[in-house]
């Protein structure tokens, strides 16, 4: 499966952004989607994730009650809904797919296998 990721720009503090991942080659049933999100000098973080069958959500907490993860499936897409952005928000936000993924491991990008590439996002105070 492809991904393409799209949607980010720059933002003022207390804005919202929305960010789309696009799959093509094959639909998104059965894998579990992430968000995924890189700020300059650290680590690659876990942001939320869609079990595409199941519509389970699972979120970090530093965007719980913020963000939402929505899947579309005529679209074969996924959504990144970010409402009330924070200047620690930005980074290059990257999809990614994972076909094994247990419980415990979505928040560990190394099991995502697909991925496609980063979409900025900058929130600005």
């Known amino acids: 499966v492809q991904l393409q990721a799209s949607g980010g720009g720059m933002v003022q503090v207390g804005g919202s952004l929305s960010l789309h991942c696009a799959a093509s080659g094959r639909t998104f049933s059965g894998y579990t989607v992430g968000w995924f999100r890189q700020a300059p000098g650290k680590e690659r973080e876990f942001v939320a994730a869609i079990r595409w069958n199941s519509r389970h959500t699972y979120y970090d907490d530093s965007v719980k009650g913020r963000f939402t993860i929505i899947k579309d499936a005529a679209k074969n897409s996924v959504y990144l809904q970010m409402n009330r952005l924070k200047p620690e928000d930005t980074a290059v936000y990257s999809c990614?797919?994972?076909?094994?993924?247990?419980?415990?491991?979505?928040?560990?990008?190394?099991?995502?296998?697909?991925w496609g590439q980063g979409t900025l996002v900058t929130v600005s105070s």
């Open positions: 990614a797919a994972c076909s094994t993924c247990i419980v415990n491991s979505i928040p560990n990008f190394q099991q995502y296998g697909y």
